[in-house]
């Protein structure tokens, strides 16, 4: 584990570490717990791991939005 002391600057930006960026992508995740916030790397789901988990014969939006939310919080260990 490597750990880095950041500063938040006036603007609420912090810089990660160049080899971070490389290996991890350019989009994180923040969640806020009540005792720390955590910064995710964004994992974008291969969409082939979730085939056949349900059967439907056509997705209305608000299934699709609720799908979208249970994904999130199986990828981010949070609920939406």
Known sequence: MIMEVKRIDSQGRIVL??????RWGNEVVLIEFEDRIEILPRRKP???????IIEVNEIGEDVEKELLKELAGELYGKHY
């Open 17 to 22: 570490p160049k080899e971070w960026r490389k």
């Open 46 to 52: 291969k969409l082939s791991e979730f085939f056949d």
